[in-house]
């Protein structure tokens, strides 16, 4: 079955550290993104990539980087740069997010990665 | 800017009964707008959208919402709320002016008492 798959579901992280959460998916969707998810705030951009080898800034993108060497793969990376890490963490893809894509396109979402800082 | 509210952060209903979870938005050209739905610790799923064709959208599972632009408002109902519907509904906004960036609202949590 196609879809978006991430791991690890949960991770706990010790201040100062880095962590890398994984996304994967195989819908062969061009466009890949990353959210973060907090308690009574909606969904917020982290960061997205139209394309391999390309990815933009979002509203949130202090504190965190990402790659995309493969379409399949979009990687996040939590740095000890970010203040407040814990969080709900959710990739998402689409088709494609350019030109009228978002007007009538659909995300695509993996089911979530729990990110707690002890 | 483009924004979008969602007037309860709790909704409760009983099973059975209807089910209307308030959004409102604001935009400066012609929305589109979506609803999606999230279970606990899951990823969200699309439940309908509405992209400038008919007002009233029908979507999964029996919910279905109305574009009123006069009241810049679309909500989501469901005349008979399932126990399986308890979960987190997001409305989303985009539109042309902003880059087609989708802007999530804050969620409505939906509990569905027997």
Redesign the interface.
Same mark, same amino acid.
């Given at each position: 079955d196609g879809g978006i798959t991430q791991s690890p579901k949960y991770l706990f992280r010790k201040e100062g550290q880095n962590v890398t959460l994984s996304c994967e998916q195989n819908l062969n969707h061009d466009a890949m993104y990353w959210y973060r998810q907090d308690p009574g705030q909606g969904l917020r951009l982290i960061y997205y990539s139209q394309i391999v080898n390309d990815f933009q800034k979002g509203d949130i993108a202090e504190g965190y980087s990402v790659s995309r060497e493969k379409k399949e793969s979009f990687p996040l990376t939590v740095t000890s740069a970010q203040k407040n890490p814990t969080a709900f963490y959710l990739c998402a893809s689409s088709i494609s997010s350019g030109g009228t894509w978002a007007l009538t396109g659909e995300l695509f979402f993996g089911e979530g990665s729990r990110l707690t800082v002890l | 800017a483009q924004s979008v509210t969602q007037l309860d =952060?709790h909704v409760s209903v009983s099973e059975g009964t209807p089910v209307l979870l308030r959004c409102n938005y604001s935009s400066s050209y012609s929305p =589109?707008l979506f609803w999606?739905v999230q279970h606990p610790?899951? @990823?969200?799923?699309?439940l309908l959208?509405y992209?400038s064709a008919a007002t009233l959208v029908k979507g999964i599972n029996g919910f279905e919402a109305e574009f009123k632009k006069s009241e810049t408002s679309f909500h989501l109902t469901k005349p008979s709320a399932h126990m399986s519907d308890a979960a987190e509904y997001?409305c989303v906004v =985009?539109?042309?002016e902003y880059g087609?960036?989708?802007v999530? @609202?804050? @969620?409505t949590i939906l509990r569905v008492k027997s």
């Open positions: - | =952060s =589109s999606y610790n899951k @990823g969200l799923q699309l959208k992209t997001f =985009s539109d042309q087609n960036k989708l999530f @609202g804050a @969620g």
